[in-house]
């Protein structure tokens, strides 16, 4: 896979987040200013304060939440959809999951700015960016300014790969035509979002970015902060950010990704999977920086985590992943060969779900060549050069 990586090992200088900036230096942006949050439970400063506490404390006038997937709270599971929430902040809650992705002039009618402050973990399918999207084009719609705090990406910023989204294929799943793991910020990405005009709007969002301090595109999370604070319900601690996006691409499959146990993400398998034979499979393939062990689990529904995941209550046999080094460890490759194999292990077991698996690939070839028993150099090249296509586009907007 295309990709580039040299991880600091040394701890430096502390990261300031977007946050701390606007709260130390840019205060008199939003001060006597009807001001909107797009935040959920992770949106905190470097030092671990909820934002909102500290724009309270700091006498800012807060008139609205605006909650992505997952809720306010970061309560609700994949998907389930979300309702305006209560809070004890006496601030309505609206939701941009579910019925209403992007803020409509209703919600917006008391609002003179948005600040914008989600943890994304820089995955194109993690929907956060998607709610950035919309929240800019509302933005613009509205005429309304956007102040995006800038955050760390947990993978980094050197570190992409293909597949890049097709446009038949655009979905909240996949906002706009970036690689699948794109090796950008929050901020970075709203840059390309508007500036490559793929926000439609008869205007051009008014937007600032408030940038971090002494964050380095080799920084992976466990570089400059120890602590993790969950962006969302299954993604629990910066390993299962690390593996995500090489086995949330199960989730377009008959394949359990391991929602429904204690460590999604983490283990894979089905009822029909023989772990020993997958496990020698794998290895044959070189598959670098993890270590994999056999195991048996059983889903359970977990309400606020999974609700009905795959194989409820059935005996499932597969891998457990852990990562042995961060840096040799290349997520697409591991989930492209992992499907690979499943496929030709199991070709009267395994399935794709076409639509689901082709709208998180953002390319139903990836599906086709597998279906084909292409070989894998083939299928690994053709994701090659859809990354080496989009980071001609992405390297414009890089801030660091």
Not at 115 to 143: C, K, M, P, W
Not at 363 to 368: A, C, W
Not at 378 to 389: H, P, T, W
């Amino acid at each position: 896979m295309f990709s580039l990586s040299c991880s600091s090992q040394v701890k430096l200088d502390k990261v300031f987040y977007g946050s701390d900036v606007l709260i130390s230096e840019n205060l008199d942006l939003i001060k006597n200013k009807k001001t909107g949050l797009v935040i959920n439970q992770a949106s905190v400063l470097s030092n671990g304060t909820f934002l909102l506490d500290t724009l309270e404390s700091l006498g800012i006038y807060i008139t609205a939440i605006f909650s992505p997937e997952h809720g306010f709270f970061g309560k609700f599971s994949a998907g389930e959809n979300v309702e305006n929430e209560n809070n004890k902040y006496e601030v309505k809650i609206f939701s941009l999951y579910g019925k209403t992705n992007k803020p409509t002039p209703e919600m917006l009618a008391n609002v003179d700015v948005i600040i914008f402050d989600l943890q994304d973990v820089g995955v194109r399918f993690y929907t956060y960016i998607s709610t950035l999207f919309y929240v800019l084009q509302s933005a613009a719609e509205n005429n309304k300014h956007v102040i995006i705090l800038d955050r760390p990406n947990p993978l980094g910023g050197i570190k992409f790969s293909g597949p890049v989204l097709q446009n038949n294929l655009k979905s909240f799943i996949g906002i706009a035509p970036i690689g699948m793991i794109h090796g950008m910020t929050i901020g970075e990405l709203a840059n390309l979002f508007v500036n490559e005009n793929y926000i439609i709007s008869k205007k051009k969002p008014r937007f600032e970015i408030i940038k971090m301090k002494n964050w380095n595109r080799d920084f992976f999370w466990d570089d400059f902060n120890s602590d993790w604070n969950a962006p969302s319900p299954n993604i629990q601690d910066f390993e299962t950010a690390l593996i995500y996006p090489a086995t949330c691409l199960l989730e377009g499959t008959n394949i359990s990704e391991g929602r429904g146990t204690e460590h999604p993400f983490k283990i894979i398998g089905a009822p029909f999977i023989n772990s020993g034979n997958l496990i020698k499979e794998l290895n044959y393939n070189r598959l670098d920086g993890c270590e994999l062990k056999e195991i048996d689990f059983k889903p359970n529904s977990l309400p606020g985590k999974a609700e009905n995941p795959k194989f409820e209550n059935q005996l499932c046999s597969g891998i457990e992943i852990h990562i042995t080094d961060k840096n040799k460890f290349n997520q697409l490759d591991f989930g492209i060969k992992l499907l690979i194999i499943l496929h030709k292990l199991y070709p009267d077991d395994f399935k794709f779900i076409n639509n689901q698996f082709d709208h998180l690939t953002g390319d139903k070839k990836i599906r086709e060549m597998i279906e084909e028993n292409e070989n894998t150099d083939s299928i690994i090249e053709y994701i090659d050069k859809q990354s080496e296509k989009f980071n001609t586009t992405r390297k414009k907007y890089l801030l660091y």
